[in-house]
């Protein structure tokens, strides 16, 4: 929300600034906030595998328990969301 509004103001601004250089930076800063979105809209988010020292400190973090429930949202291939059933969840979704 905070890119779609910060969008708002560069295009405003690029319309008001009368100074070439400002203009051709606040446009740059334009296209350097549009890129990412556009392409998150048509690719979808990168799929990142989480390395095993990270998956062992979310486990001891989460601290979860014989009668937790637990949901992973954009789990990926599964392994975590697999880790954590495997500790005796009530029920674990991916």
Do not use: H, N, Q
């Amino acid at each position: 929300m905070l890119e779609v509004f910060l969008i708002i103001v560069f295009a405003a601004f690029i319309f008001s600034v009368e100074i070439f250089w400002l203009k051709l930076l606040l446009l740059i800063i334009l296209i350097a906030l549009l890129i990412p979105g556009m392409y998150a809209m048509i690719k979808g988010a990168p799929f990142i595998i989480t390395d095993k020292k990270k998956k062992e400190i979310i486990l001891k973090l989460g601290g979860f328990g014989r009668g937790d429930f637990v949901c992973d949202l954009g789990c990926g291939d599964g392994s975590l969301i697999s880790m954590i059933a495997d500790r005796g969840v009530k029920k674990a979704v991916g």
